[in-house]
């Protein structure tokens, strides 16, 4: 065994190595008891005996044996040497020594390849308020905070929204309504798997928002898609076995912007009310409007019955807080948060408090007046813009809310729009192709254009070189 032992690790030790030979000595020993070259309980040589074999000094075998006592490889037995410990943990042994995949080979997340279209100015975000009221968080929090907290969300920050969504949207909560989410694709299929009957349909908008569908798809219920013209969705149609949950954008529809009349939204909740079927009101970019009075919203129409309001943080703040919001019907409450706590337990306790106090102080309400006023600037900067570099491509949809703006392609260009909205992340702009919002009928073709998430000086120089990767790729 001496002789075995010192054969397994004299290849691996190297004199002119930077690292020191005790610490090359300890980690081939370690390796080999990983690997189960060296079972457990088996006898090592003695320091003395190994430093001859290997022709290094003894204090270097010591330091390595001392090490991985230390580190509970190894272990003396009094008086009768040094052994491999006997009980290492299984999961000891199941380390691979194959080495992980570098963090070069691992997929990357899409947002972190290219600008997004929907996202408000985060060169605006006060980084420095944020960073000192999570520090007075943190110096407030006690013992409580640090445990199981309520699975519907963090109390004080329910009320705070509740508070926030009666004045700016007329929507109807109490807290208790209100449940905290990561977001709203993770809301919508919460509440698909806690309230909608597997075999009851979920209806999107077509065209509608893909990541809502995505968070569908791997579902059993059945997918239903309902049109949309220039009013918004329109009614789902008759054919249409068991709605079980219609998802719909009526402050400004996703992606081609249209604000729903009070006469279609009537027409939707009668529906609602004759299928017995629910309506996720998605209000996703609703703090954002430049002109005119916000529409208030479908939820405070229905009372809160038939309709669950549906809101995010990912665009009043930042899309990497994870925070959005749903404010259930009082009867589907309790269900909704078993079913969270039963399979998600709660949510992450200290951005929650840090939110609320944003909001509590103010800093909210006078954050979204700001952006308002920054992004009104950028929107007039990026109609010009577009007039002026890339009108011979597109036709823009005017606008005067949200955080996009449609370009339809004109058919005379010879270039698809996911072919488009690469040329725009190269130029830096945040694009989406259009047609990644259509499921079932043909997709239209175009881009939605982020006008928001550039700085004021940048958005004609970001524009003109779009309009130049395209002239180039087209030849016209
Ligand atoms: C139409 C629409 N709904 C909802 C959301 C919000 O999704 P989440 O809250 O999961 O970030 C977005 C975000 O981009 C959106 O564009």
Not at 348 to 353: L, R, S
Not at 441 to 453: D, E, K, M, S
Request: glycine fraction near 8%; charge should be neutral.
């Amino acid at each position: 065994m001496k002789q075995l032992v010192a054969s397994l690790l004299a290849p691996g030790l190297d004199a002119a190595s930077a690292t020191p030979l005790n610490e090359q000595l300890a980690q081939l020993l370690r390796q080999t008891v990983l690997k189960g070259q060296i079972g457990p309980g088996t006898r090592l040589p003695s320091s003395r005996d190994l430093a001859t074999r290997l022709s290094i000094s003894r204090n270097t075998v010591l330091a390595a044996y001392d090490q991985l006592i230390a580190e509970g490889y190894l272990e003396t037995r009094h008086g009768a040497g040094t052994f491999v410990a006997a009980d290492l943990p299984d999961s000891y042994m199941e380390i691979s020594p194959t080495p992980a995949p570098a963090p070069a080979a691992l997929p990357r997340a899409p947002g972190l390849r290219r600008p997004l279209a929907g996202m408000p100015a985060l060169d605006q975000f006060p980084t420095a308020l944020w960073a000192r009221l999570s520090g007075s968080v943190w110096r407030r929090a006690g013992p409580e905070h640090l445990q199981h907290n309520d699975p519907a969300g963090y109390l004080p920050l329910r009320a705070a929204i509740s508070q926030y969504l009666g004045a700016a949207r007329g929507v109807v909560s109490e807290p208790e309504q209100i449940l905290i989410v990561s977001g709203l694709q993770p809301g919508l299929k919460l509440l698909a798997e806690s309230i909608v009957p597997k075999d009851h349909a979920i209806v999107l908008e077509d065209p509608g928002y893909p990541g809502l569908r995505h968070a569908v798809e791997p579902l059993p219920h059945p997918l239903e898609f309902t049109g949309v013209d220039t009013d918004g969705a329109v009614v789902p149609p008759a054919g249409i076995r068991a709605p079980g949950l219609m998802v719909v954008s009526p402050s400004r529809q996703y992606p081609l912007g249209q604000t729903m009349p009070l006469r279609r939204r009537l027409e939707i909740l009668d529906w609602a009310r004759r299928t017995d079927a629910l309506v996720l009101e998605d209000d996703y970019d609703s703090e954002f409007r430049y002109a005119g009075r916000p529409v208030s919203s479908l939820q405070g129409l229905d009372g809160g019955r038939h309709v669950i309001y549906g809101g995010s943080f990912s665009k009043s703040l930042y899309l990497a807080l994870r925070l959005g919001y749903l404010v259930l019907p009082a009867h589907l409450a309790e269900r909704v948060v078993r079913y969270r706590s039963a399979t998600d337990s709660f949510p992450a306790i200290a951005p929650q408090m840090l939110l609320t106090r944003f909001i509590e102080e103010g800093h909210f309400a006078r954050h979204l007046r700001h952006l308002r006023n920054i992004h009104r600037r950028r929107l007039a900067l990026f109609q010009a813009a577009a007039r002026a570099h890339l009108a011979r491509y597109f036709s823009f949809d005017e606008t005067d809310a949200g955080l996009h703006v449609v370009a339809h392609r004109h058919d005379t260009v010879p270039l698809a729009d996911t072919m488009l909205a690469a040329l725009a992340h190269r130029a830096g702009v945040g694009a989406v192709p259009l047609s990644a919002s259509y499921c079932t009928i043909t997709p239209q073709q175009g881009l939605l254009v982020g006008f928001a998430n550039m700085a004021d000086d940048e958005i004609d120089n970001r524009l003109k070189s779009l309009g130049h990767a395209i002239a180039q790729e087209t030849g016209f």
